[in-house]
């Protein structure tokens, strides 16, 4: 199967749900539609792209490093005069003292998670091009949220496979901790067949910016990958392990 493989690691990243007043959440995982904006944005496509050839790809996530949530108290238009603060959603200004629009937002910081992308050759292929050299600079949930290593890591004949041997960006265990850790894996096809899933998650794309639910299936095994360490150390090993696989 023919596939790429992505790398998404950042101090934050946050990949939105549906906002609940003021509280804007973070899914505990990429989001499919944040996946293909990732993708959509880097072919340099505007907001309004039916993307009717990327709902087509598949996406599997390994999870290197689950991170961990952040709540960022967030304000909008703070200090300013009514007339230049943000708007109601009619167009009309806000008035004396309801000018600071005052939200929660959530993010993933130090999460780390590899995805194998696979579908159609040819959209496989023209995401391949747009990733490693792309329109817009790429994100991670939010534009506050650039990556800190490639997102483009490489294309390979088996994906899937590859995610089972590429590197994990995460530490080693201590030398007395002798049992292999346990790597989660979030599927959107059953990883078995005729496997119940696990939950619906309403994060996949539609024309016209509406969303719909979709199946989704949660597994955790160990690996043969190895832990490959932070920083330098993983991207030595990835490095190296990219080179062995030309």
């Not at 290197?64 to 109601?88: K, N, S, Y």
């Not at 996949?204 to 920083?231: E, K, S, V």
């Amino acid at each position: 199967m023919t596939g790429i493989l992505l790398h998404l690691s950042s101090p934050m990243q946050s990949w939105g749900l549906q906002a609940e007043h003021h509280f804007h959440p973070t899914e505990k995982h990429p989001t499919r539609s944040g996946l293909i904006g990732l993708i959509a944005s880097a072919m340099g496509r505007p907001d309004t792209h039916p993307n009717s050839d990327l709902r087509q790809l598949d996406f599997t996530i390994r999870v290197d490093r689950p991170g961990q949530r952040e709540i960022d108290f967030h304000t909008i238009g703070g200090g300013l005069p009514a007339h230049l603060a943000v708007p109601r959603a009619d167009g009309s200004p806000r008035t004396e003292g309801t000018a600071t629009i005052v939200t929660e937002r959530a993010y993933l910081c130090d999460a780390a998670f590899t995805v194998a992308v696979t579908g159609p050759a040819g959209t496989v292929a023209d995401a391949a091009r747009a990733l490693a050299r792309p329109v817009f600079a790429p994100y991670l949930g939010r534009r506050s949220c650039p990556p800190d290593v490639p997102v483009f890591l490489t294309a390979c004949p088996d994906a899937l496979d590859a995610l089972d041997h590429l590197p994990l960006h995460r530490p080693p265990s201590p030398p007395w901790d002798k049992e292999p850790r346990p790597v989660g894996f979030v599927h959107d096809t059953p990883p078995e067949p005729g496997a119940p899933p696990d939950r619906q998650l309403r994060d996949q794309p539609l024309p016209g910016g509406q969303f719909t639910d979709r199946n989704i299936w949660y597994r955790t095994r160990t690996l043969p990958a190895p832990d490959a360490g932070l920083g330098t150390a993983y991207l030595n090993a990835l490095a190296h392990y990219l080179e062995e696989q030309r």
